[in-house]
């Protein structure tokens, strides 16, 4: 099946939302079944934006400042997850 760019696009952007919104459900919640469904979202929006933009490299600036500050805001939020989850471990 071939697959329409923007369906990957659509794709992209629905998991990437849901990543970011589950990520601070995680970090109010922790626990380390939620820790993993985080990381399969992040692989999947890092994924999908790798294949966007290796069909369309013209724009891989703006692609790569987009990516890195979704992923620094999302891998704070999964790091303070694991704090979180750890502090209430020990008590």
């Given at each position: 099946?071939?697959?329409?760019?923007?369906?990957?696009?659509?794709?992209?952007?629905i998991?990437a939302?849901a990543?970011?919104a589950?990520?601070?459900?995680?970090?109010?919640?922790?626990?380390?079944?939620?820790?993993y469904?985080?990381?399969?979202?992040?692989?999947l929006?890092?994924?999908?934006?790798?294949?966007?933009?290796?069909?369309?490299?013209?724009?891989?600036?703006?692609v790569?400042?987009?990516?890195?500050?979704?992923?620094?805001?999302?891998?704070?939020?999964?790091?303070?997850?694991?704090?979180?989850?750890?502090?209430?471990?020990r008590?």
């Amino acid at each position: 099946m071939v697959y329409n760019i923007n369906m990957i696009l659509a794709f992209h952007i629905i998991v990437a939302l849901a990543s970011l919104a589950y990520t601070g459900y995680v970090f109010l919640f922790p626990s380390k079944q939620k820790l993993y469904a985080a990381y399969t979202l992040v692989a999947l929006t890092v994924g999908s934006g790798t294949v966007l933009l290796i069909q369309n490299p013209g724009s891989m600036r703006q692609v790569c400042e987009t990516g890195l500050s979704y992923l620094a805001v999302v891998t704070v939020g999964i790091i303070l997850a694991h704090y979180r989850l750890a502090k209430e471990s020990r008590v």
